[in-house]
Antibody
């Protein structure tokens, strides 16, 4: 079964850091671009960052550039998001998502994890 | 950034109804548009890409159309499993942005 499982969310104070992890299984992880997407309560999803199959290219949403870092370990079938200088507005459910390999689909997300909640509060 | 606007925000319908949701882009995105379905407490599910192509396993009662700046998602005969929130997403240019959602609720 194709699966993504996130972990690492929790309560953090403003200015603090968290590292999210996503464990992939059921597919050849190293063949896919991967992304992080978040969703604040009652809002639409918001794409944050993606990373190429070999980690050689990474792209970020402007509002998280310089604070968040996406990385991957293909040997461990894992995706990571290091989040620093967290703000109240970063509070959301964070999803790991697989980018579709269908060329005609462009940058879309065909498999999502169950999400991990990040709360930023003092 | 390309802004995606969906209408209506909420739609009340009955089982068997034909339902149409609209998504507008702030600039032309050709057919670089996807649709997702999300149920409460769950992750979004990929339904449609390239504006009108169904993802594998998605029932044929779902269809998409449009190009440029205006797109529609149609459910030909609403089923109990279809009550959910639907999001459009543009994949024309970075950053990849989503609409605010359309909730399809039971009338």
């Amino acid at each position: 079964e194709v699966q993504l499982v996130e972990s690492g969310g929790g309560l953090v104070q403003p200015g603090g850091s968290l590292r999210l992890c996503c464990a992939a299984s059921g597919f050849t992880f190293s063949n896919y671009w991967m992304s992080w997407v978040r969703q604040a309560p009652g809002k639409g999803p918001e794409w944050l960052a993606n990373i190429k199959q070999d980690g050689s290219a990474k792209y970020y949403l402007n509002s998280v550039k310089g604070r968040f870092t996406i990385s991957r370990d293909n040997a461990e079938n894992s995706l990571y998001l290091q989040m620093n200088s967290l703000r109240a507005e970063d509070a959301a459910v964070y999803y790991c998502a697989r980018n579709s390999e269908i060329a005609a689909a462009g940058n879309t997300f065909d498999i999502w994890g169950q999400g991990t909640m990040v709360t930023v509060s003092s | 950034d390309i802004q995606m606007t969906q209408s209506p925000s909420t739609l009340s319908a009955s089982v068997g109804d034909r339902v149409t949701i609209t998504c507008r882009a702030s600039q032309s995105i050709s057919t670089w548009l996807a649709w997702y379905q999300q149920k409460p407490g769950k992750a979004p599910k990929f339904l449609i890409y390239k504006a009108s192509s169904l993802e594998s396993g998605v029932p044929s009662r779902f269809s998409g159309s449009g190009s440029g700046t205006e797109f529609t998602l149609t459910i030909s005969s609403l089923q109990p499993d279809d009550f959910a929130t639907y999001y459009c997403q543009q994949c024309n240019s970075n950053p990849w942005t989503f609409g605010q959602g359309t909730k399809v609720e039971i009338k």
